[in-house]
């Protein structure tokens, strides 16, 4: 088992085949998730095509997570809680600006991922719109987005079969609106 500590990330490789079990350990805590494909970076998780070919944007358990060049790249195998977000980006320090009216230093998910992936090669500008596991982005009748605490209860997770061989950036996000007003720690673990 693997500990993302609070507001912080991780990147590694997972091989086709192998499953990544990604857990809410206390609670009420989002992880971002990005994907590139390992032997060729440029191809990378797409928020639009998964939408498109799931014809969803509620993905979840049953649905697979699709690629900038129209190939599989998971499978959701299992997911306890069942409300993820693909439709916002990673928070990041504009994010704080913008939104929060934020000037100091606030740890973001954008700069957890691109820090953590440099050493694959990867930079600020190729970081694509993260699946946001235990994410919970509801929206009214006329499109009004609202981020409300994670419905995720301690110990829920989802499992993901890779479908290519990847390397994978993960966070404990670090926005206060996304994880109800708190910051925990995220557990990973590789299977197979």
């Given at each position: 088992m693997q500990v993302i500590e609070k507001q912080s990330g991780a990147a590694?490789?997972?091989?086709k085949g192998q499953t990544l079990k990604v857990i809410d350990p206390q609670g009420e805590q989002v992880s971002d998730m990005v994907l590139f494909n390992a032997e060729d970076k440029r191809e990378k998780i797409s928020s639009g095509k998964t939408l498109d070919?799931?014809?969803?944007?509620?993905?979840?358990?049953?649905?697979?997570?699709w690629s900038?060049?129209?190939?599989?790249?998971?499978?959701?195998?299992?997911?306890t809680n069942g409300r993820n977000d693909f439709l916002l980006a990673p928070c990041s320090p504009e994010t704080f600006k913008i939104m929060y009216g934020k000037n100091e230093y606030h740890p973001s998910c954008f700069?957890?991922?691109?820090?953590?992936?440099?050493?694959?090669?990867?930079?600020?500008?190729d970081i694509p719109t993260a699946f946001n596991i235990f994410m919970n982005v509801q929206f009214d009748e006329e499109g009004k987005l609202s981020v409300e605490p994670p419905l995720s209860k301690a110990?829920?997770?989802?499992?993901?079969?890779?479908?290519?061989?990847?390397?994978?950036?993960?966070?404990?996000?670090?926005?206060?609106?996304?994880?109800?007003?708190?910051f925990k720690p995220i557990h990973y673990e590789i299977l197979g």
């Open positions: 590694f490789t997972l091989k070919f799931e014809e969803s944007i509620l993905i979840t358990e049953g649905n697979f997570l900038n060049r129209s190939k599989k790249m998971m499978e959701i195998l299992k997911d700069e957890n991922l691109y820090t953590n992936l440099e050493t694959f090669g990867i930079e600020p500008d110990g829920d997770y989802i499992l993901l079969k890779a479908k290519m061989d990847l390397i994978v950036g993960l966070t404990a996000c670090s926005a206060e609106d996304s994880n109800g007003g708190s």
